[in-house]
């Protein structure tokens, strides 16, 4: 582009966009949306976990600087946030009981007005069994939940439909139809999160939407929140069949096997043959398995590099194919595995592995929802130590883990997408003009494989060893005269707070001078600013260490002037 050409941001001070197109590369970019799926939804473990003030805190940190949008977790029904009462309470005795069961609002009016307070929406998911109501009291997770049908399922709608009823009256109708409604979590894992069969659930939801389309037509409904892909029958009759696994669990390469989703084809018939309403599907997937061999042991399976990418295009087929060819898609769980014990979660290379894995997937759902936001998080209770494999961006103490950073990175995304390569995007806003990208260093000679699981943080270091450092080289054209870029670099020299934690013996429990130095540790991001030219050309030339995510971007004239970026960090 001539010297003379106008430039993309316009002058300073004028915060609308020019219609002078830029040069990528030498060559005017295809410009298309970019669908931010990343941040659209967090996830969290359970309603009560969300009346901590760390919880809290953590959420409205999420909102503000990794932009979340919507917030799910599990138990809005739970015993532990007393919406079913039958008795009126007993304290040192039984309680006496109700004529009829009552439903009061009171703790869980106090979480719903924190998500919605933070800036955020909830991502309803209408679970599990109030205990006087379950069927079954098995209970899985150390908060005892109930994954039983309902004893009465009449009662059961009369719940749902009170509590929906309620949020009506408190939040407004509008405001109410912003929320999706997700009938139940994982119910085909039985017997752990579902203690009844496969007809039983898809009666459970069909009475639950038709139940939810009653009250307001406008109203959002979906499921049926299975778990992950499976390459056997395991799921295809009514309970698992465990038989079914032992080929996957002596598979010598999993990857060659054919993956499809749990109970979705079924589901979507079942739905169209019994007048149940479906606004959207959701599905979980994690890019792993653990399959039963014949010896009866579990054998765990970590997927190839791209399993999520790929799952989604065949979730797609599917869809398309079914009598809800125009359900949404929100993958309401999704991380580099489904274990809070995972030492992966911890690191730089967990941050390499998600970024790659959103940018791939922006065009294939409408949201991903990291599982989880924090480490506050107690299905095995409480976690044991400060870096203990939490699902969490940010542990216990609220201190930012890599996958945090990676996440506010692809939240400074723009919304239009100027570049894709395998490595990277270059992104700039459609209402100011303004540039961002992202770019990263997932090594060459992983091949196809994913950064999988391990237990402790040492066994993760080896991955430290794959190399080498990648050139990430590309000229834009056509912005501002002068125009200043952020560069934040996370590696394993800067930003990897679990390595740092682990230089320090891997203290169980940290003082407060602990805690301050790994807080500080975890945030100092490699940092440096460049400048475009005077012509408006800005030459990106960077060697991208082994496991690097970088983000670039454009400073907002009004508050560079004082230093200050105009996007959290």
Partial sequence: MSDDAAWAGGPPGDGAPSSTILRIDGAEPAERPLRHIWNECVGAGRAHEALRADWQEHLREAVAVLGARYVRFHGVFHDDMFVYRTTNGGGFGPGEPLPEPVHTFSYVDKVFDAVLDAGARPFVELGFMPRELARDTETVFWWKAHGSPPADLDRWVELV?????????????????????????????????????????????????????????????????????????????????????????????????????????????????????????????????????????????????????????????????????????????????????????????????????????????????????????????????????????????????????????????????LLSTPHGVLTRSGATGELAGLFLNYPEEMGRASVGSRDTYAATRPLADVGPARRIRHRVEGLRPGARFLVEVLDLEHGNVAETWHRLGSPLNLTREETARLRAEADALRREELTASPSGTLDLDVDLPAWAVMSVVEQHPALTRHGVSRRGS
């Fill in 161 to 417: 439909t009170t509590t929906v009823r309620h949020w009506i009256d408190r939040y407004g109708v509008e405001e109410v139809r912003r929320w999706p409604f997700e009938v139940w979590n994982e119910p085909n894992l039985v017997p752990h999160f579902w203690t009844g069969t496969r007809t039983e659930y898809f009666e459970l939801y069909g009475a639950t939407a038709r139940a939810i389309k009653a009250i307001d037509p406008g109203l959002q409904v979906g499921g049926p929140s299975t778990s992950v892909f499976v390459p056997d029958d395991r799921y295809r009759g009514e309970t698992e069949d465990r038989t079914q696994e032992y080929a996957t669990a002596a598979a010598e390469d999993v990857d060659a096997l054919v993956w499809r989703p749990v109970w979705i084809e079924e589901f979507l018939d079942w739905c169209a043959a019994h007048d149940a309403p479906v606004d959207f599907v959701t599905t979980h997937l994690y890019p792993t398995d653990y399959a039963f061999g014949a010896d009866g042991e579990g054998h765990a399976i970590s997927r190839y590099a791209d399993a999520t990418p790929d799952d989604l295009v065949a979730l797609h087929e599917v869809i398309a194919a079914s009598p809800f060819p125009g359900a949404a898609i929100h993958i309401t769980e999704w991380s580099t595995s489904p274990s809070s014990r995972d030492a992966m979660h911890d690191t730089v290379y967990a941050a390499t592995y998600i970024a790659r894995a959103y940018l791939r997937c922006a065009e294939l759902a409408d949201s991903i929802s990291y599982w989880t936001f924090t480490d506050v998080f107690e299905e095995g209770g409480a976690g044991i130590g400060p870096f203990h494999g939490g699902f969490g961006l940010v542990n216990e103490q609220g201190i930012h883990k890599p996958t945090f950073h990676a996440m506010a990175m692809l939240a400074r995304l723009e919304d239009r997408l």
